[in-house]
T-cell receptor, first 114, second 114 residues
Framework: SAVISQKPSRDICQRGTSLTIQCQVD?????MFWYRQQPGQSLTLIAT?????????ESGFVIDKFPISRPNLTFSTLTVSNMSPEDSSIYLC???????????FGSGTRLTVV | AQSVTQPDIHITVSEGASLELRCNYS??????LFWYVQSPGQGLQLLLK??????LVQGIKGFEAEFKRSQSSFNLRKPSVHWSDAAEYFC????????????FGAGTQVVVTP
């Protein structure tokens, strides 16, 4: 399975600022996704990162708040913009090479907004 | 739309005893089914997956799961738990026609007592 490096692993940020999270994969993957896990909750899909085009966002998530880039098949970034304490969560990158593959998750970025 | 239900929020089991975690899904066609484990402060690790074929799936760490279409279930089992199995377990479902998106259950917290 793919090996994911997600950075930073954790951060404490001031409200109103932005944080960019990086997801680097050791091999080319077809699908890349970003999930959010709020404290004590399950995972919710934010968006699918599409290479060379705009990300596909799930209901309740918008590009202005969570801009995503995917310049190639091994790298993606998620930015959490204009942060508020409600954005305090774990953000996880997930990848899959293709149909029949399992979904591999990064170790996550634990974000605290103060 | 697909959905996943994990009826047990919390399970306590003695070390050496057997463990079964329940998962029920709702989906019109054959789903892709997954079990993940999340240890404290860690990302998600794939335990096993079901796409098609044999309905009894073997995974890592001695876990297995059985897909029962008639019951819309994908329960996870382990014959003898170890203290290191204490973690949060998530069942997830993906659709064959939009397999990139995973819907996660709420999770089951497993506590292992001596």
């Amino acid at each position: 399975s793919a090996v994911i490096s997600q950075k930073p692993s954790r951060d404490i940020c001031q409200r109103g600022t932005s944080l960019t999270i990086q997801c680097q994969v050791d091999s080319q993957v077809t699908m890349m996704f970003w999930y959010r896990q709020q404290p004590g909750q399950s995972l919710t899909l934010i968006a699918t990162a599409n290479q060379g085009s705009e990300a596909t966002y799930e209901s309740g998530f918008v590009i202005d708040k969570f801009p995503i880039s995917r310049p190639n098949l091994t790298f993606s970034t998620l930015t959490v913009s204009n942060m508020s304490p409600e954005d305090s969560s774990i953000y996880l990158c997930s990848v899959a090479r293709g149909a029949g593959d399992g979904y591999t998750f990064g170790s996550g970025t634990r974000l605290t907004v103060v | 739309a697909q959905s996943v239900t994990q009826p047990d929020i919390h399970i306590t089991v003695s070390e050496g005893a057997s463990l079964e975690l329940r998962c029920n899904y709702s989906y019109g066609a054959t789903p892709y089914l997954f079990w993940y484990v999340q240890s404290p402060g860690q990302g998600l690790q794939l335990l096993l997956k079901y796409f098609s074929g044999d309905t009894l799936v073997q995974g890592i760490k001695g876990f297995e799961a059985e897909f029962k279409r008639s019951q819309s279930s994908f329960n996870l089992r382990k014959p003898s738990v170890h203290w290191s199995d204490a973690a949060e377990y998530f069942c997830a479902v993906g659709a064959a026609d939009s397999w990139g998106k995973l819907q996660f259950g709420a999770g089951t917290q497993v506590v292992v007592t001596p």
